[in-house]
């Protein structure tokens, strides 16, 4: 029975987001203590279902070049001829975390203009660090055992490669991913100070007019997702541990 609490928990908080972003005014009264009179309680600017689908989007795109980037250049450096290119790799996906995403949206709007393509290079640049070092570390600490008898079977590089070593690195570049997702859902909020559609366009209507209940909105709905989307993928993290036997 124990098991089963967290699951209904999720379910039920699942259930909770889906209903409130699908029929918002059935939460009014939930909000309406927190607004002055007269104030909506619920933001109505946009669709809240919308806001949300696109700002999944706009993170699941970014996340997703990240994932093609740096899992190629942890591959790149991890094999013989591209161990040189370590340290430059890693000053690369540094970028990223030394440049805060605001100052990366400021220096990319005037090349990319306003709008969703400036979040997409914050969040891109963002997500690298995470998903890099994660994917170097499950290469390189793979069980030698395991590597010499896949050489021993005569297998080629490319086949150790996607028949052992990814399957095995598996989990640990999935851990990555996940850390990846839940800093791209938070991070993205700030895309909307450069016009693009996320979530963020519910807090800043809520500081702009010293609504709570608009911030209170913006910000329950990021948060439930990141722990939804972070419960969902570790549980595929540990899927993947116990299929290759590094539970």
């Given amino acids: 029975m124990k098991g089963w609490i967290p699951l209904i928990l999720r379910g039920s908080l699942l259930a909770l987001l889906l209903a409130f972003l699908a029929f918002p005014g059935w939460f009014e009264p939930v909000f309406r203590p927190l607004v002055q009179a007269n104030a909506p309680a619920i933001y109505a600017q946009g669709s809240l279902l919308s806001l949300t689908l696109l700002h999944l989007r706009t993170v699941a795109i970014a996340t997703a070049g990240a994932i ?106 999935l851990a990555g991913i996940r850390l990846s997702l839940v800093i791209g859902l938070a991070t993205a909020t700030i895309g909307s100070t450069v016009a693009a559609k996320t979530l963020g366009e519910v807090i800043i209507a809520g500081l702009q007019s010293n609504n709570l209940a608009f911030v209170l909105q913006g910000g329950v709905i990021v948060g439930v997702l990141a722990i939804l989307i972070y419960d969902g993928l570790s549980a595929v993290e540990r899927m993947a541990a116990r299929r290759v036997g590094r539970a």
Wanted: charged share 10%.
């Fill in 68 to 173: 093609v980037v740096a899992v190629s250049m942890a591959i790149v450096v991890t094999r013989p001829f591209g161990a040189e290119f370590l340290p430059l790799s890693r000053t690369l996906v540094n970028i990223g975390q030394t440049f805060p995403p605001v100052a990366v949206l400021a220096l990319a709007v005037p090349i990319l203009g306003f709008g969703e393509k400036p979040t997409l290079v914050a969040l891109f640049l963002y997500g690298l660090l995470p998903i890099f070092e994660n994917t170097l570390t499950g290469l390189t600490t793979l069980p030698p055992a395991v590597l010499e008898a896949a050489r021993g079977t005569g297998m080629t590089a490319s086949q150790r490669l996607f028949r052992v070593e990814l399957p095995l690195a598996m989990p640990v570049i």
